[in-house]
């Protein structure tokens, strides 16, 4: 299992969208939980979005219904689409993963020490 990459990070305006994507090698990808993670000067990691090995989705509350995660196993890569995105979206965002066994294919992990793997991060800014 490698490092996943997180891409797409940018400045954009209040209201506009971006992508995220987040590639994790290993052919072992379709049993791995992954999960976006961000990161503001002075504060924790705070979770945002994770998706289990299932294709189960969950969300912090802040980011519900802007926020939509999704897989494709086989190209390696989890997509976060960021929409209406807020001055208070701006932070480093973090893509994590870590491999799952049955019965936990279903689990999402919501908490940074569930995870084995993370990212180097991709900075996202908001402007007003």
């Known amino acids: 299992q490698g490092q996943p990459v997180e891409s797409g990070g940018g400045s954009v305006q209040t209201g506009d969208s971006l992508r995220l994507s987040c590639f994790a090698s290993g052919v072992a990808f379709r049993v791995y939980a992954l999960g976006w993670f961000r990161k503001t000067p002075g504060k924790e990691r705070d979770f945002v979005a994770g998706i289990s090995a299932s294709g189960k989705t969950r969300y912090a509350d802040s980011v519900k219904g802007r926020f939509t995660l999704s897989r494709d196993n086989a190209k390696n890569e989890v997509y976060l689409q960021m929409n209406s995105l807020k001055p208070e979206d701006t932070a480093v965002y973090y893509c994590?993963?870590?491999?799952?066994?049955?019965?936990?294919?279903?689990?999402?992990?919501?908490?940074?020490?569930?995870?084995?793997?993370w990212g180097q991060g991709t900075q996202v800014t908001v402007s007003s």
């Open positions: 994590a993963s870590t491999p799952t066994s049955p019965p936990t294919y279903v689990s999402v992990m919501i908490s940074s020490r569930d995870y084995d793997n």
